[in-house]
């Protein structure tokens, strides 16, 4: 089955500065891949998500990579703000309705 | 008009007694699904299920069952609880291929 390892655990960067999310999948198969963004005591919400037939995707501040060859996906936040601050999942979905598999997690923190 | 639904959003019970959860989507999405969140916020899935097919963690205990009584449904029944079932448990729906909608969630506490 697919696994997805995501990096770092933890980040912590200054406000303003950009903050980069990545994540690898084993099944080159997995075609579609999200990222969510989970609040303190809140539910996870998607904040992006890409395709396998697209390199690159951007809204406003956050963008998303993804390189099919070495199977690995990232996130990109610029000018990051204190309500940035969070867990962000990426996730991977292989096929049809398998369900999506998620990778650990990371811990955003933006210091005003 | 929310999306995904949980009930109740907390929940604290003794060992061994038996709970469940109910969940319900207003999105007619065919396929939901049950996430367990641990304190290391790690998101497990333990079932997806749509009108054809459901798909179990082969990790998760038989005391765990989805049940489905029609599309827009899926509750989740805990049998025999342990201290270790506690955690945040989300419920959520798609369609196939697209973007998955989470429920609020409902924090099991074991005790």
């Known amino acids: 089955g697919e696994n997805v390892e995501q990096h770092p655990s933890t980040l912590s960067v200054q406000e303003g500065d950009s903050a980069v999310i990545k994540c690898t999948y084993s099944d080159s198969a997995s075609n579609y891949f999200p990222w969510y963004k989970q609040e303190l005591g809140k539910r996870p919400q998607l904040i992006i998500d890409?395709?396998?037939?697209?390199g690159e995707k951007k809204d406003q501040r956050i963008a998303v990579t993804l390189n099919k060859t070495a199977k690995h996906f990232s996130l990109h936040i610029t000018e990051t703000q204190p309500e940035d601050s969070a867990v962000y999942f990426c996730a991977a979905l292989l096929s049809g309705n398998t369900p999506l598999v998620f990778g650990k997690g990371t811990r955003l923190s933006v210091i005003a | 008009d929310t999306a995904v639904s949980q009930t109740p959003k907390y929940l604290v019970t003794q060992m061994g007694n038996d709970k469940s959860i109910k969940c319900e989507q207003n999105?007619?999405?065919?396929?939901m699904y049950w996430y367990k969140q641990d304190s290391k916020k790690f998101l497990k899935i333990m079932f997806s299920?749509?009108?054809?097919?459901?798909?179990i963690n082969e990790t998760v205990p038989n005391r765990f069952s989805p049940k489905s009584p029609d599309k827009a449904h899926l509750n989740l029944h805990i049998n025999s609880l342990e201290l270790g079932d506690s955690a945040v448990y989300f419920c959520?729906?798609?369609?196939?291929?697209?973007?998955?909608?989470f429920g609020p969630g409902t924090r099991l506490t074991v005790l």
């Open positions: 299920y749509n009108n054809k097919e459901l798909i």
């Open positions: 890409i395709r396998s037939n697209v």
């Open positions: 959520a729906s798609s369609q196939v291929k697209g973007e998955q909608f």
């Open positions: 999105l007619g999405h065919d396929t």
